[in-house]
């Protein structure tokens, strides 16, 4: 019974790890010449990703929910990483700047 529980616990433990990994989108730039990725971490937290080099890092302190940030190209080698929360009508909208 107790390897059997045991056993149960492991399954679960791993499960819920990778449930809660990271999650990642790619985007292309307008023209096709640039590739970003945005990763997130447990806490909702992006990270933008340019030729495999970190570029930018959320320092806040993460959210309490599944989140996501809207990519939004300004030229190709700019972009506007936007959160907009509506349900509370604008209060917690962020807009960052990121040059590649």
């Not at 937290?45 to 933008?48: C, D, E, I």
């Given at each position: 019974m107790k390897r059997l529980l045991l056993f149960c616990l492991i399954i679960f433990m791993t499960v819920s790890l990778i449930a809660c990994g990271n999650r990642m989108e790619e985007y292309t730039s307008p023209s096709g010449a640039n590739r970003i990725k945005v990763e997130y971490d447990y806490a909702s937290?992006?990270?933008?990703f340019y030729n495999g080099d970190c570029v930018w890092e959320y320092k806040g302190s993460g959210f309490n929910e599944e989140v996501f940030f809207e990519v939004e190209w300004i030229d190709d080698d700019t972009i506007k990483l936007i959160y907009n929360d509506e349900s509370?009508?604008?209060k917690y909208y962020e807009e960052y700047e990121i040059d590649l």
């Open positions: 937290r992006p990270s933008v509370h009508n604008g």
